[in-house]
């Protein structure tokens, strides 16, 4: 059986308007010159989808919520952090479908006052309707979600409980398909990527291409992630993880190994959500040479780490390198600060 003919046979609910686009980044391209060594960018704009402004999870939500329906659902619970890009996809999918939502966030990141709690993703998850559950430091998100859902169910709701960023084997399976859209695209446009790159937060969008290409008898370690939650180590086991599970779930062989999955941690800095100056100034390079707004927390971080690795020469003359653009960009107005301070040159 064809990759697409197992995806076919999976639930799944329509969130994306046909393939996202893939295009050159020709103002990197002219702001880096010869820093670039001949290298080649290209970014599959993943922040175009419509749906909730757009992002990297609906890919994801499109199976879970498929699986959900399966299930009979009319509740969707989403995890995630105070300013979870998954928790506002999901609120806006569920608006869409006619879903009730409940999310549920945990303070995964040192930060807190108002920029940070009422900004951003947490504004966007009020205004889709959701039922927000802000826990304290230390909560266990996925034992209150799963509480909750024994609450409602015994009030006859029936209830979906979507963890980790979406990023579990059937929420993998968005990026398994977006593998195959890759490929029908490079065929498309008669380009050959050397590399496709991504952040590696709860690790599903690697996961998800990895198990794809293996699918697709194709190099696995052409993906490349850069860490943005832990270290290289953990994030290259959670992906090997997801991405079996992923190929168990379409009946393909499960056998990718830690050498099959490639993961830099060299982006992390002092941890998740937690900026770096080589964050701000990757999303200030593509925001003022190509008018493309990355966020903070994932994609700033990934695009840092390829700029960095074309710099030590990772990639060679010639190499077309593909970044997968995730979304995210409400999360800037939670981050505000570190990029307009008070002392910045640009303020009048």
Do not use: W
């Not at 010869?34 to 175009?48: I, T």
């Not at 399966?70 to 105070?82: C, E, M, S």
């Amino acid at each position: 059986m064809s990759l697409s003919q197992a995806l076919s046979l999976l639930p799944r609910r329509d969130l994306l308007e046909g393939p996202t686009p893939i295009q050159r980044l020709f103002g990197i391209e002219n702001a880096l010159a010869s820093s670039l060594k001949g290298v080649r960018l290209y970014a599959k704009r993943d922040d175009l989808t419509s749906l909730g402004g757009g992002g990297n999870k609906l890919r994801k939500l499109e199976f879970l919520l498929g699986d959900a329906a399966a299930q009979g659902a009319d509740t969707i619970i989403a995890t995630g952090g105070r300013q979870s890009n998954f928790a506002r996809l999901a609120a806006a999918a569920a608006a869409r479908l006619g879903l009730a939502c409940e999310v549920v966030l945990a303070r995964m990141v040192p930060r807190a006052g108002p920029e940070y709690d009422r900004n951003g993703n947490i504004l966007l998850d009020d205004l889709f309707g959701a039922r927000i559950h802000d826990l304290p430091p230390g909560s266990d998100s996925t034992r209150f979600a799963n509480a909750r859902a024994a609450e409602l169910g015994r009030t006859g709701r029936t209830t979906y409980v979507a963890t980790l960023g979406g990023s579990s084997a059937v929420g993998s399976l968005g990026y398994v398909a977006c593998a195959l859209e890759i490929q029908a695209q490079s065929s498309d446009l008669g380009i050959d990527f050397t590399s496709i790159v991504v952040p590696n937060g709860s690790s599903g969008t690697q996961a998800g291409l990895v198990a794809g290409y293996r699918a697709l008898r194709l190099d696995t370690t052409r993906v490349r992630s850069h860490s943005v939650l832990a270290s290289a180590a953990s994030a290259n086991s959670a992906t090997v993880e997801k991405a079996n599970a992923a190929l168990a779930l379409l009946g393909f062989d499960p056998s990718l190994a830690p050498e099959d999955v490639r993961v830099s941690g060299d982006q992390l800095g002092q941890g998740y959500g937690v900026p770096t100056p080589a964050m701000v100034d990757a999303v200030r390079l593509m925001a003022s040479r190509q008018g493309l707004l990355i966020d903070p927390v994932y994609g700033g971080k990934a695009f840092a780490g390829l700029l960095a690795d074309i710099s030590a020469g990772e990639y060679a003359a010639g190499d077309n390198v593909l970044f997968i653009m995730t979304g995210g960009s409400p999360g800037l107005y939670a981050y505000a600060s570190h990029f307009l301070g008070d002392d910045h040159e640009n303020l009048s």
